[in-house]
């Protein structure tokens, strides 16, 4: 009986979170190999930039990196960027072996992550007896934070 009640409990919890869980391991792995980030000619989807920004301070709005990139071309005066972007310098050098499989590590594991959490709000949709809670729980749990972001 206690383990059906804890299992049941999991399944909840689970689906309210599920939401979040997607959207973390998706906005960090994006932030493994800082694609979110402007460098060199590469500039980020603003949208990335935006995810990104939320991911790390909880705003939907550009990071401080952007807004220091814009000046630095126009006045050709270096910019205070927020310290080291990884174990290459700028002058690019290549990334340390371990480094890059650390990050192609942690790559498979958001990667893994993304895909055991779809595979949980599949369970947990399809095993609950109490479906419409599932579903209000899956919805609750991708509303709270959206609308907590645009408040």
Known sequence: MIMATVRQ???YIGL???????FFALTGAVQIFNLHEAHGAYQPPVVVEKLSSVHKDQV???SDHHHLAEPAVATGQPVAGPGPRSDAD?????????????KWFFLLVALCLIFSTAFGIWMGLTQIRARRLAWWLLVAGTIIPVGLLLV
């Not at 309210?16 to 997607?22: E, Q, V």
């Open 60 to 62: 939907f709005a550009f």
């Open 16 to 22: 309210f979170i599920a939401p979040s869980i997607l």
């Open 90 to 102: 700028e002058e690019g050098d290549q990334i340390r072996l371990p480094t890059l499989l650390l």
């Open 9 to 11: 409990w999991h399944s």
